[in-house]
C-alpha cells in the first residue's frame, strides 16, 4: 500500500477507532514512516553519546534488493509478512492476508500498549498487518512467486505492462530483453509494478510457479481499514482478541469503498490529497477535521525536531544530545522498529516454522 492508506486511511480508522487527533497522527505517521526510514546506521551526538538506528525501508530498485540477506530483515518483517503456510521455507515465507502470525503480531503490539512508545510500534505493525491485504501472494525473500511472466490490468495490457516493467529495471538490469524468468527475484512485487498498492485495480498475472492469479483490490483494501479499525480499538480497550471489535459501520465502509474506488490517480500522494480532502470534508461519518500533513523529510519532520538536522543524511554537524531526543516521536519510532523487527524475527516467525534472520 502507499501513503493514502497508511497515512490517510489509517488516521480516519485510528479516529474512528476512538483515538485523540494527536494520537491517530502520531499512529498513522509511523505507519507511513516505515516505508521512508532508510537510514541504518549509528548517529553521533557532539559530545560522544550515540543512537542506532534500523532501516525499515529501502528505495525498491537498491541494489541491496538483490541481496536476500538484506530482503530478510527488511523486507519480510515490513513488508511482506511471511504467512508461514506450506512444507518449504520458499512457501511459508509468502504473505498471506491477516495470517496467525500477523494476528500475532497485533496482538504483540497491544501488549505493549502502556510502553512510552506505544502508539509508534502500534503504528509499525499496522503498516506490516494491512500490507497482508496489498501483498499476498509475493515474498520477502528470493521466490518463483516474486517472478511476474504475464501481467494485465486496468489501464495496462500485457505488452503495456513489460514497456514499463523494462523502463523501471533499465538502469539495474543489462538485458531488459531476458525480463520475465529472469525479473530480479528480490523485488517483491516489483515485477506486479504499482499494481498491489493501487486501491480500485483489477489485473491478473502468472507467477514463476506458472500459476494465474486474479486480484480485486478494493474489497480487500476496505476489509484491511476494518480490520485496522478493530486492531485499534483493541488497542485502546486492552482486547488481544481485537477482531471482536466492532470495526468500522456499515456507513463508513460504504463511503470509504467510493472515495476508494474513485481516487484512481497512480500517484500515491495525489490519492493522499483526496483522502484528507474528504476527511475535512466530513464523508466519512464520525469524523471531519483537517489532518496535519506528512513530513518525511526536513524542517518539521520528526527527525529535525529530535536532532534539527533538516537534510536527509546527518550532514557534518552533529547533534547535541539532551533528554528531550528520549523523548521525541524520532527516537521513539526507531525503538518500535528494532522492537517489532526482533519480535517478528527471532520469536513469532521461528515459533511457526519460519527462519529468516
Given at each position: 500500500?502507499?501513503?493514502?492508506?497508511?497515512?490517510g486511511?489509517?488516521?480516519?480508522?485510528?479516529?474512528?477507532?476512538?483515538?485523540?487527533p494527536e494520537?491517530a497522527q502520531?499512529?498513522?505517521h509511523?505507519?507511513?514512516?516505515?516505508?521512508?526510514?532508510?537510514?541504518?546506521?549509528?548517529?553521533?551526538f557532539?559530545?560522544g553519546e550515540s543512537f542506532?538506528r534500523?532501516?525499515?525501508?529501502?528505495?525498491?530498485?537498491?541494489?541491496k534488493?538483490?541481496m536476500?540477506?538484506?530482503?530478510?530483515v527488511?523486507?519480510?518483517p515490513?513488508?511482506f509478512?511471511?504467512?508461514?503456510?506450506?512444507?518449504?521455507?520458499?512457501?511459508?515465507?509468502?504473505?498471506?492476508?491477516?495470517?496467525?502470525?500477523?494476528?500475532e503480531?497485533?496482538?504483540?503490539?497491544i501488549d505493549?500498549?502502556?510502553?512510552p512508545?506505544a502508539l509508534?510500534?502500534l503504528?509499525?505493525?499496522?503498516?506490516?498487518?494491512?500490507?497482508?491485504?496489498?501483498?499476498?501472494g509475493?515474498s520477502?525473500?528470493?521466490?518463483?512467486?516474486?517472478?511476474?511472466?504475464?501481467?494485465?490490468?486496468?489501464?495496462?495490457?500485457h505488452?503495456?505492462?513489460?514497456e514499463?516493467?523494462?523502463?523501471l529495471?533499465?538502469?539495474?538490469v543489462?538485458?531488459v530483453?531476458?525480463?520475465?524468468?529472469?525479473?530480479?527475484?528480490?523485488?517483491?512485487?516489483g515485477?506486479?509494478?504499482?499494481f498491489?498498492?493501487?486501491p480500485?485495480?483489477?489485473?491478473?498475472?502468472?507467477n514463476?510457479?506458472?500459476?494465474?492469479?486474479?486480484?480485486?483490490?478494493?474489497p480487500?483494501?476496505?476489509?484491511?481499514?476494518?480490520?485496522?479499525?478493530?486492531v485499534?480499538?483493541g488497542?485502546?480497550?486492552?482486547?488481544?482478541?481485537?477482531?471482536?471489535?466492532?470495526?468500522l459501520?456499515?456507513?463508513v465502509?460504504?463511503?470509504?469503498?467510493e472515495?476508494?474506488?474513485?481516487?484512481?490517480?497512480?500517484?500515491?500522494?495525489?490519492?493522499l490529497?483526496?483522502?484528507?480532502?474528504?476527511?475535512a470534508?466530513g464523508k466519512?461519518?464520525?469524523?471531519?477535521?483537517a489532518?496535519?500533513?506528512?513530513?518525511?523529510?526536513g524542517?518539521n519532520?520528526?527527525?529535525?525536531?529530535?536532532?534539527?538536522?533538516?537534510?536527509?543524511?546527518?550532514?557534518?554537524?552533529?547533534?547535541?544530545w539532551?533528554?528531550?531526543f528520549?523523548?521525541s516521536?524520532?527516537?521513539?519510532?526507531?525503538?518500535?522498529?528494532?522492537?517489532?523487527?526482533f519480535v517478528?524475527t527471532q520469536?513469532?516467525?521461528p515459533?511457526?516454522?519460519?527462519?529468516?534472520?
Open positions: 500500500m502507499n501513503i493514502d492508506f497508511h497515512y486511511v489509517i488516521y480516519v480508522t485510528s479516529r474512528l477507532a476512538g483515538m485523540s494520537q502520531t499512529v498513522a509511523a505507519c507511513q514512516y516505515v516505508d521512508d526510514a532508510t537510514t541504518r546506521d549509528i548517529l553521533h557532539e559530545d542506532e534500523f532501516a525499515s525501508a529501502h528505495v525498491m530498485y537498491d541494489y534488493n538483490g536476500d540477506d538484506e530482503n530478510r527488511i523486507w519480510a515490513f513488508h509478512l511471511p504467512g508461514g503456510q506450506g512444507d518449504t521455507l520458499e512457501e511459508k515465507s509468502v504473505c498471506q492476508q491477516d495470517s496467525e502470525i500477523a494476528r503480531m497485533i496482538r504483540r503490539a505493549n500498549r502502556h510502553a512508545n509508534h510500534r503504528g509499525v505493525s499496522l503498516h506490516v498487518y494491512v500490507d497482508t491485504w496489498a501483498h499476498k509475493f520477502g525473500t528470493e521466490s518463483k512467486h516474486n517472478t511476474v511472466l504475464f501481467l494485465e490490468g486496468d489501464d495496462h495490457d505488452d503495456t505492462w513489460l514499463k516493467l523494462k523502463d529495471l533499465a538502469d539495474t543489462h538485458n530483453e531476458a525480463v520475465g524468468l529472469n525479473v530480479i527475484s528480490g523485488l517483491g512485487h515485477g506486479a509494478l504499482h498491489p498498492d493501487m480500485w485495480a483489477k489485473w491478473k498475472y502468472k514463476g510457479h506458472l500459476i494465474e492469479i486474479e486480484r480485486n483490490n478494493l480487500d483494501f476496505v476489509q484491511a481499514a476494518d480490520m485496522a479499525c478493530k485499534v480499538q488497542f485502546l480497550s486492552g482486547n488481544r482478541q481485537y477482531d471482536t471489535e466492532p470495526g459501520s456499515p456507513e465502509k460504504s463511503a470509504l469503498e472515495v476508494l474506488a474513485s481516487n484512481c490517480d497512480h500517484d500515491g500522494e495525489k490519492r490529497e483526496v483522502i484528507l480532502q474528504s476527511i470534508a466519512f461519518p464520525g469524523v471531519a477535521e489532518v496535519p500533513a506528512y513530513l518525511a523529510k524542517v519532520s520528526w527527525k529535525f525536531a529530535a536532532t534539527g538536522i533538516a537534510d536527509s543524511g546527518d550532514g557534518d554537524t552533529k547533534p547535541k539532551s533528554l528531550a528520549e523523548d516521536d524520532y527516537r521513539k519510532f526507531h525503538d518500535a522498529v528494532k522492537e517489532h523487527r517478528v520469536d513469532i516467525l515459533a511457526h516454522g519460519v527462519r529468516l534472520a
